[in-house]
């Protein structure tokens, strides 16, 4: 599929005002998007779980210009509050995706957002935001094409978020989707997330990710940054075949349920991210001394336990914790007894996969 498929066929409605509301999920990378090319496309495909609790609510109230201005109007609200300071990232992605929608600059938007999870909670707010918006959007360009199908609906929706951030992609369905051409998975595109297209094991069909918050401070490198580094880092082609190799190896994984190679691709994908970083130049370690005791501890009672936690890592010192469903009862308890005072004031979220997002 070429970008050219998401240029918009000819508007049929004529739409005064409205608004429109839409649910979005962040989701958790277990093969990971680290370096990109132009155009917000990625330097490998990645995969990623879905998830429930962590999520951005955005209104999108719309009121059509007497006459089409020269530049984009509209207001930011986060939380109830006015954020001006926001408003150049929407601009920018506006900018962005201006031509695929070309109805931009013939209204007036109130963009009014919210997160389940606290601000500067070092949770990345970016795959739910840019999500929610996209879909919005979608929302009233659907207004003006009703007939545009639900499936070309999530694909562009999916296609305007990555213009935001490249994991937003990946928030519009759930349960697990992947982004980034794959010559091993059918459909997949850099473009635009897919649902992943096979037969996934009972045991992934409810998976848990309680997430550690060690830090909750502002990101020490904010994802353009660590993209950038990845151009002239010396391991990076050999980083992003790996990626590719893992997406394969992940496959027969998700068929067969084979939980101790899931955690040998998702912990060795997660120290592979970091290590990246370590070996960029500048260089930056994004971990804190609480993440590597969570790590070492996670691998402690993996071994005396039997079960099969383990950990993922986005850009950040924060700990995801990956278990299934029938090991819930054992984990949780261990999660709150060694795990929770290594977090600041003990903070953490309990979520698990999810099924995309939804409109209110
Ligand atoms: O979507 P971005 O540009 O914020 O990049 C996110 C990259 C990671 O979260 C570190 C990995 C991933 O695939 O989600």
Redo the contacts with the bound molecule.
């Keep these: 599929m070429k970008v050219a498929a998401f240029l918009p066929n000819d508007y049929t409605k004529n739409v005064a005002s409205g608004n429109v509301t839409w649910k979005s999920p962040s989701?958790?990378?277990l093969?990971?998007?680290?370096g990109?090319k132009e155009d917000q496309i990625p330097q490998n495909p990645?995969i990623?779980f879905t998830l429930e609790a962590c999520a951005t609510t955005t209104k999108l109230s719309y009121k059509k210009h007497d006459q089409p201005q020269n530049d984009f109007s509209f207001d930011l609200f986060f939380e109830g509050t006015q954020k001006d300071d926001f408003k150049p990232k929407i601009n920018t992605f506006l900018k962005r995706v201006e031509q695929y929608l070309p109805f931009l600059k013939d209204y007036h938007f109130t963009i009014e957002t919210s997160n389940s999870f606290p601000h500067s909670s070092g949770i990345?707010s970016?795959?739910s935001g840019m999500s929610a918006l996209a879909l919005c959007l979608m929302s009233l360009e659907k207004e003006l094409n009703p007939k545009i199908s639900q499936e070309d609906f999530n694909r562009k929706a999916s296609f305007l978020a990555r213009l935001g951030?490249?994991?937003?992609s990946?928030s519009i369905e759930g349960d697990i989707i992947v982004w980034g051409q794959h010559a091993n998975t059918i459909g997949s595109s850099d473009l635009f997330g897919i649902k992943y297209p096979y037969g996934v094991h009972e045991v992934f069909k409810k998976y848990h990710d309680t997430i550690l918050l060690v830090d909750k401070g502002e990101k020490q490198v904010s994802?353009?940054v660590?993209?950038d580094l990845m151009y002239n880092h010396p391991f990076a082609q050999q980083r992003f075949v790996q990626a590719h190799e893992n997406l394969t190896k992940i496959q027969s994984v998700l068929a067969d349920g084979d939980l101790k190679e899931f955690i040998a691709i998702v912990e060795s994908e997660a120290l592979t991210?970091h290590a990246m970083m370590m070996t960029s130049s500048p260089y930056f370690i994004l971990m804190k001394p609480n993440t590597l005791e969570i790590i070492n501890r996670i691998w402690k009672f993996r071994e005396t336990s039997g079960t099969h936690v383990c950990f993922t890592l986005?850009?950040g010192a924060n700990v995801h914790v990956l278990y299934p469903e029938n090991e819930k009862d054992t984990v949780y308890p261990f999660i709150q007894k060694e795990l929770l005072k290594f977090c600041q004031n003990e903070h953490h979220i309990c979520d698990q996969i999810g099924f995309g997002a939804k409109k209110l």
């Design positions: 989701n958790i990378a093969i990971k998007y680290w990109k990645s990623s990345a970016s795959a951030s490249g994991s937003a990946r994802s353009t660590g993209h991210l986005d850009a």
